[in-house]
Structures are given as structure tokens and as C-alpha cells.
């Protein structure tokens, strides 16, 4: 065989935390104060219960633990990204709730205002969906199935990629990255954790140490 080398000069960098926090008692105390926490029902008609945004400045001590762990990963991600900022902080944070057997999933979407998102998932469940961002590629008229090599776990889709809910992992990806998720069938409550995070500080300080913003979450 001559030789060959492939190379991916355009990945899309989607990282994977395992918090050492996760337990079961951790997840019924969560869910207990989540269940008094408000929330409704959101992107309807598919209708997963999604929190107010400002969770992660509730006192309780099952969210601050969680959030701790939150601010860890994202300076991690600050470090290992090399990013020109003082901080990754958190904006907005929620939970999402889609009931066991409900049907219910998100649509479609990305994030808007936020540089960097994510998912924690609290239980097991639906999937997250992302689809493939480089748009040339999903609506050519040249789509050759590329057999086994598009499987993805059995979605078989070509143009997605699927993470299946894994409790304790939360990931983190560009803001700009389309995801959904499935559609909560099976009995079980899928219960997951969202965030958005922006770069704050003195961001992209130039040569004459000026920065390009210095930016200051209130
Ligand atoms: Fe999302």
C-alpha cells in the first residue's frame, strides 16, 4: 500500500470532563432542590423543562458544588487552549429536565452570546446531537455514503455526531456548534445541566499591551 497520511486541519475541539463529585446521593439532592427551582416548559412544541438562567448563583450547596466543579473545567480549557483572557466566566447556567417517556427533546440550535458552551449530564438518557458545521460538505450534491465509515453509533447518519448521556461527564464546545437532543422515550427522567461562558478580562492584549477588550461580567 503507498504510503498515506490524513490530516485534519479544521476540527472542531469538543472536550470531555469526568467530575469526581458525581454520585446518586448527589443526584437526588440536585433534582430535589431543582424540582423547587423555577422552570417551565421551553422550545415548544418538543417542551423540556429548562430552569431560570442564573442557577449557578444559587447558594445551595448541591449547585455551588457543581458550579465549582464548572469553573475548574473552564479554566483547564483557558490553559490548555492557550486563551488570550484572564477568565472563562459562566453568564448564563440552567437545568433541563425532559420527564421519563416524554417525547420530549431540544430542537436544533446553538448559542447565541457565549463563547464557549456545554452539557453536564446529571442522568442517563436521550443523546446529544451535533451536526456537521462545515456546511459545504452536508449540502453538496455529491454525497457518497461512505458505508461503515459513516456509522456513529448507529445513527448512520453521516452528517451528525452523537454523545450519549453519560452521568458525571460534562462537555464543553464552540458556542456556534448546532446540537440537539434526542427525544426523551425511554423511563427514565433525563435530567441535564447547560451553561454559557465568554472570555473576561483584559482579552487578546496586543504588543503594546493594550487588549482588544476588557471586559467585566456584572
Ligand atoms: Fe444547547
Given at each position: 500500500m503507498i504510503?498515506?497520511?490524513?490530516?485534519h486541519y479544521f476540527p472542531v475541539k469538543i472536550m470531555e470532563y469526568t467530575d469526581p463529585g458525581w454520585s446518586p446521593e448527589w443526584v437526588e439532592e440536585f433534582t430535589a432542590w431543582a424540582?423547587?427551582?423555577?422552570?417551565?416548559?421551553?422550545?415548544?412544541?418538543?417542551?423540556?423543562?429548562?430552569?431560570?438562567?442564573?442557577?449557578h448563583k444559587q447558594?445551595?450547596?448541591?449547585?455551588?458544588?457543581?458550579?465549582?466543579?464548572?469553573?475548574?473545567?473552564?479554566?483547564q480549557?483557558?490553559?490548555?487552549?492557550?486563551l488570550n483572557c484572564e477568565q472563562l466566566e459562566l453568564t448564563l447556567s440552567w437545568f433541563?429536565?425532559?420527564?421519563s417517556m416524554s417525547g420530549w427533546g431540544h430542537p436544533l440550535h446553538r448559542h447565541p452570546m457565549s463563547y464557549?458552551?456545554?452539557?453536564y449530564y446529571i442522568t442517563e438518557g436521550a443523546p446529544t446531537i451535533f451536526g456537521d458545521p462545515c456546511t459545504p460538505r452536508t449540502s453538496d450534491t455529491l454525497d457518497v455514503w461512505q458505508d461503515t465509515l459513516m456509522k456513529s453509533d448507529g445513527w448512520n447518519l453521516g452528517i451528525n455526531e452523537m454523545y450519549q448521556s453519560n452521568p458525571g461527564k460534562l462537555i464543553l464546545f464552540p458556542s456556534w456548534l448546532h446540537h440537539f437532543?434526542?427525544?426523551?422515550?425511554?423511563?427514565?427522567?433525563r435530567w441535564t445541566l447547560s451553561f454559557?461562558?465568554?472570555p473576561t478580562g483584559k482579552v487578546n492584549v496586543g504588543p503594546n499591551g493594550l487588549p482588544q477588550v476588557n471586559l467585566k461580567l456584572l
Open positions: 504510503e498515506e497520511k490524513e490530516l424540582r423547587g427551582f423555577p422552570a417551565q416548559q421551553s422550545n415548544i412544541p418538543e417542551g423540556v423543562i429548562t430552569s431560570r438562567t442564573d442557577m447558594d445551595a450547596p448541591c449547585v455551588q458544588r457543581v458550579v465549582k466543579f464548572f469553573n475548574e473545567c473552564l479554566e480549557y483557558k490553559e490548555r487552549f492557550e433541563n429536565h425532559a420527564p464557549v458552551s456545554s452539557v437532543s434526542g427525544r426523551q422515550l425511554q423511563d427514565i427522567d454559557n461562558a465568554l
